[in-house]
């Protein structure tokens, strides 16, 4: 694994959040944050909780120590929730940049630090499967949202 290679999914994980919170609001208050149909999360507790997790793992990866999580009541709503996106893909992307690649192979934990960077990319992919399912549950479907079309999408800009 290459930083460029980190660099490049935790940008496509930012893309795509945006594209979701976007169609997020396109939903009613309950929507968003009520019980779901399905699953045990709502849209607003899903995106919460990626954002929340990338912040703990990034916070263990640069001091060795999970800073205290962020709490839910501090993020009420889209806008709060958009601009906590915004500060976790600057602070996470910053930190992408402050490595090396042989960084990428040192020990965190037992394991390179690369697999726990891919983990939580491969985390938020999970969660935002979900939203996208609920989004498109609600009518509201965000349409492609593949890594593929991605990349595609930034070769032809």
Same mark, same amino acid.
């Given at each position: 694994?290459?930083?460029?290679?980190?660099? $490049?999914?935790?940008?496509?994980?930012?893309?795509?959040?945006?594209?979701?919170?976007?169609?997020?609001?396109?939903?009613?208050?309950?929507?968003?944050?009520?019980?779901?149909?399905?699953?045990?999360?709502?849209?607003?507790?899903?995106?919460?909780?990626?954002?929340?997790?990338?912040?703990?793992?990034?916070?263990?990866?640069?001091?060795?120590?999970?800073?205290?999580?962020?709490?839910?009541?501090?993020?009420?709503?889209?806008?709060?929730?958009?601009?906590?996106?915004?500060?976790?893909?600057?602070?996470? $992307?910053?930190?992408?940049?402050? $490595?090396?690649?042989?960084?990428?192979?040192?020990?965190?934990?037992?394991?390179?630090?690369?697999?726990?960077?891919?983990?939580?990319?491969?985390?938020?992919?999970?969660?935002?499967?979900?939203?996208?399912?609920?989004?498109?549950?609600?009518?509201?479907?965000?349409?492609?949202?593949? $890594?593929?079309?991605?990349?595609?999408?930034?070769?032809?800009?």
């Amino acid at each position: 694994m290459r930083t460029a290679d980190l660099r $490049l999914l935790y940008e496509y994980s930012y893309d795509r959040n945006m594209k979701l919170l976007d169609k997020a609001e396109n939903l009613t208050g309950e929507q968003f944050s009520g019980d779901p149909p399905f699953g045990e999360d709502s849209v607003k507790q899903l995106f919460f909780h990626i954002a929340r997790a990338e912040n703990g793992w990034r916070s263990a990866w640069k001091t060795g120590e999970r800073q205290p999580p962020i709490e839910p009541a501090d993020y009420p709503d889209l806008p709060a929730l958009r601009a906590l996106f915004d500060q976790t893909s600057s602070e996470t $992307l910053g930190y992408i940049d402050s $490595l090396s690649d042989a960084d990428l192979d040192g020990d965190f934990n037992g394991v390179p630090l690369w697999q726990t960077m891919a983990h939580v990319f491969n985390h938020g992919t999970q969660h935002r499967a979900e939203i996208a399912m609920l989004l498109t549950h609600f009518g509201h479907s965000p349409g492609d949202v593949d $890594l593929a079309f991605f990349v595609f999408e930034r070769a032809g800009e």
